[in-house]
């Protein structure tokens, strides 16, 4: 079965800064998909980033980045230049091609101004 | 990014009544959609998967019975709590997405059962 974990269950920052959020997994598969969602107070699951594993490109999304270490099983996120509307809980996601999600417990990050 | 639209965003609702959760892909069809329930400051727990003219599939422990899913169409399931109680009270959320890879979600529903 596989498992994802978020070991930092809160996570703040200054405003404009830079925060890497952790996450890893265990899986016994080759090819499957990570994501990173975000939920804001308003409770909406917002994708931020996702990642092929068989890419070894890391993906980029604007501000967001990840650090995928296949062999490490291990995905974090970079938050770089933090803005207030970041604030929310970010979830690490697993899937393999056609199964159910896997999430993490999850991180919340508090931007300070 | 693909959208999911859900109905009610919120209900309150008698201890005893039943209440029918709607989850429509607007933008695309799904054959598979999914159904999570989150407490608060917690992540989701997945309920069920919903299958486009076939019987759901319920997680472990989730009573098939007193979650009833319905999923008529290639773009809309439906959730029905039957006969619910204040532990029924939570967040629903319903997911659905394109090919097999990326699930994009719905705005959720509150339910609150007095």
């Known amino acids: 079965a596989q498992t994802v974990t978020q070991s930092q269950p809160e996570m703040s920052v200054q405003e404009a800064e830079t925060v890497t959020l952790s996450c890893t997994y265990d899986?016994?598969?080759?090819?499957?998909?990570l994501f990173w969602y975000k939920q804001p107070p308003s409770r909406q699951m917002i994708l931020v980033i996702r990642?092929?594993?068989?890419?070894?490109q890391n993906a980029t999304e604007n501000r967001f980045s990840v650090n995928f270490q296949k062999a490490a099983k291990s995905f974090s996120l970079k938050i770089s230049d933090s803005q207030l509307g970041d604030t929310a809980m970010y979830f690490c996601?697993?899937?393999?091609?056609?199964?159910?999600?896997?999430f993490g417990e999850g991180t919340q990050l508090t931007v300070n101004p | 990014g693909a959208v999911v639209s859900q109905h009610p965003s919120w209900v309150i609702c008698k201890s005893g009544t039943s209440v029918k959760i709607e989850c429509r892909s607007l933008?695309?069809?799904?054959?598979?959609m999914f159904w999570y329930r989150q407490f608060p400051k917690q992540s989701l727990m997945l309920m069920a998967t919903?299958?486009?003219?076939?019987?759901?599939?319920?997680e472990q422990g989730v009573e098939k019975d007193k979650f009833l899913i319905n999923h008529a169409s290639l773009t809309l399931s439906t959730l029905t709590v039957t006969s619910a109680h204040p532990e029924d009270s939570s967040f629903y959320i319903c997911s659905g997405g394109l090919g097999q890879e990326t699930q994009y979600f719905g705005p959720g529903t509150r339910l609150l059962v007095l």
């Open positions: 919903s299958n486009e003219g076939s019987k759901a599939t319920y």
């Open positions: 933008d695309f069809q799904a054959t598979t």
């Open positions: 899986t016994s598969e080759n090819n499957y998909y």
């Open positions: 996601a697993f899937r393999t091609s056609g199964s159910r999600l896997t």
């Open positions: 990642q092929e594993a068989y890419k070894q």
